[in-house]
């Protein structure tokens, strides 16, 4: 990602300790049950992942709108 490879190696390394202990799974097993989309805006993950989640029962988090909650502002700001 651009962002981190603006940041100085310690800084860079902070940010990675942060995702991880937030996001990262401490297994195997956790991480086996998370899958991830990515691709061009428009292009119909949040639809299909939201359909996906419902048909096996899992939760569906969009990350957008995760981190403009977590961070109290839309996400152009952050960006």
Same mark, same amino acid.
């Given at each position: 990602?651009?962002? @981190?490879? #603006?940041? #100085? /190696?310690?800084? $860079?390394? $902070?940010?990675? %300790?942060? @995702?991880?202990? +937030?996001? !990262?799974?401490?297994?195997?097993?956790? =991480?086996?049950? =998370?899958?991830?989309? *990515? *691709?061009? %805006? $428009?292009? !119909? +993950?949040?639809? @299909? *992942?939201? @359909?996906?989640?419902?048909?096996? !029962? %899992? /939760?569906? &988090?969009?990350?957008?709108?995760? &981190?403009?909650?977590?961070? *109290?502002? +839309?996400?152009? %700001?952050?960006?």
């Amino acid at each position: 990602m651009a962002l @981190l490879e #603006k940041l #100085k /190696p310690e800084e $860079r390394r $902070r940010a990675r %300790a942060m @995702l991880l202990e +937030k996001f !990262g799974a401490r297994s195997v097993e956790e =991480r086996r049950g =998370r899958i991830c989309a *990515g *691709g061009n %805006a $428009r292009a !119909g +993950k949040s639809t @299909l *992942g939201a @359909l996906l989640a419902e048909r096996i !029962g %899992a /939760p569906f &988090i969009e990350l957008d709108r995760r &981190i403009e909650q977590e961070s *109290g502002v +839309k996400l152009s %700001a952050v960006f």
